[in-house]
């Protein structure tokens, strides 16, 4: 955000945690009437998404979702531009998400039935998305023709598949689960032999960082399949889009 704010001629403001009052005992909503004093647009990366919908509930200039632990809505922004781009459309592309039913797979699923991607989401049994995130999927997936599938065999989620995508399997915050979680992704690994179960022309997308030999092989992500670099730069240009769209005429 930072980039995409210097290149579109204006100027971006890093505040931690500790560089606000929060760290002192501030509410959240005081600190977001006092920052919408200060600024045109606030973006946040906040661990709880309630904080961050206080966040939006008083502030009085828009709040962009950098990332919380249940969402991460311009990480999907970004994936989609980057599918577009690869496969030409949108409409009747098959993604496919193998690994853990988080924050980015759950905004993906939502951007994914938004816009008529089908998805097919492979997690072991336990690490599948929330049930109101898959029911709000499929109430969108009926609006656009997409298809959703929540399944728990990664061969039969990347079967035919134009996008296979992963994410690490033990997310930051998480590394006392680290062993168990380990133990629970075996088989789930998006290597060589799992991308032939894909399209031929199939393209492999992750969010970064990744963890080689873990959830993706190195001759996947340093691969011919590999779009990852693409993607990761479709993040500046995706917020520079969203800043545009946020600011224009303020």
Same mark, same amino acid.
């Given at each position: 955000? $930072?980039?995409?704010? *210097?290149?579109?001629?204006?100027?971006?403001?890093?505040?931690?945690? &500790?560089?606000?009052?929060?760290?002192?005992?501030?509410?959240?909503?005081?600190?977001?009437?006092?920052?919408?004093?200060?600024?045109?647009?606030?973006?946040?990366?906040?661990?709880?998404?309630? $904080?961050?919908?206080?966040?939006?509930?008083?502030?009085?200039?828009?709040?962009?979702?950098?990332?919380?632990?249940?969402?991460?809505?311009?990480?999907?922004?970004?994936?989609?531009?980057?599918?577009?781009?690869?496969?030409?459309?949108?409409?009747?592309?098959?993604?496919?998400?193998?690994?853990?039913?988080?924050? /980015?797979? &759950?905004?993906?699923?939502?951007?994914?039935?938004? /816009?008529?991607?089908?998805?097919?989401?492979?997690?072991?049994?336990?690490?599948?998305?929330?049930?109101?995130?898959?029911?709000?999927?499929?109430?969108?997936?009926? *609006?656009?023709?997409? $298809?959703?599938?929540?399944?728990?065999?990664?061969?039969?989620?990347?079967?035919?598949?134009?996008?296979?995508? *992963?994410?690490?399997?033990?997310?930051?915050?998480?590394?006392?689960?680290? $062993?168990?979680?380990?133990?629970?992704?075996?088989?789930?690994?998006?290597?060589?032999?799992?991308?032939?179960?894909?399209?031929?022309?199939?393209?492999?997308?992750?969010?970064?960082?990744?963890?080689?030999?873990?959830?993706?092989?190195?001759?996947?992500?340093?691969?011919?399949?590999?779009?990852?670099?693409?993607?990761?730069? &479709?993040?500046?240009?995706?917020?520079?889009?969203?800043?545009?769209?946020?600011?224009?005429?303020?």
């Amino acid at each position: 955000f $930072e980039v995409a704010m *210097t290149q579109l001629g204006g100027h971006s403001l890093y505040l931690g945690w &500790n560089d606000l009052q929060l760290g002192r005992g501030e509410t959240i909503a005081d600190t977001a009437r006092t920052l919408s004093r200060y600024v045109d647009a606030v973006a946040a990366r906040l661990f709880r998404h309630q $904080e961050i919908e206080e966040l939006a509930r008083y502030s009085s200039v828009p709040v962009i979702n950098a990332l919380t632990d249940l969402h991460h809505p311009c990480q999907t922004l970004a994936d989609l531009l980057t599918i577009r781009e690869h496969r030409g459309r949108l409409r009747g592309v098959k993604v496919a998400w193998v690994g853990d039913g988080n924050n /980015v797979c &759950n905004s993906l699923l939502l951007g994914c039935t938004l /816009v008529g991607s089908d998805i097919a989401i492979a997690c072991p049994r336990g690490y599948e998305p929330p049930e109101d995130i898959v029911s709000t999927a499929r109430s969108n997936a009926r *609006t656009s023709g997409s $298809e959703v599938s929540i399944l728990n065999d990664p061969v039969e989620a990347v079967r035919g598949a134009d996008v296979v995508y *992963t994410d690490v399997f033990v997310s930051m915050g998480m590394e006392a689960e680290r $062993e168990r979680r380990m133990q629970d992704f075996r088989g789930f690994q998006v290597d060589a032999r799992l991308m032939e179960a894909a399209r031929e022309d199939a393209i492999f997308m992750h969010c970064l960082p990744a963890k080689r030999g873990e959830e993706v092989s190195p001759e996947v992500i340093d691969g011919r399949w590999s779009v990852v670099w693409d993607q990761a730069e &479709n993040r500046l240009h995706a917020q520079k889009a969203l800043l545009l769209k946020l600011l224009r005429g303020r």
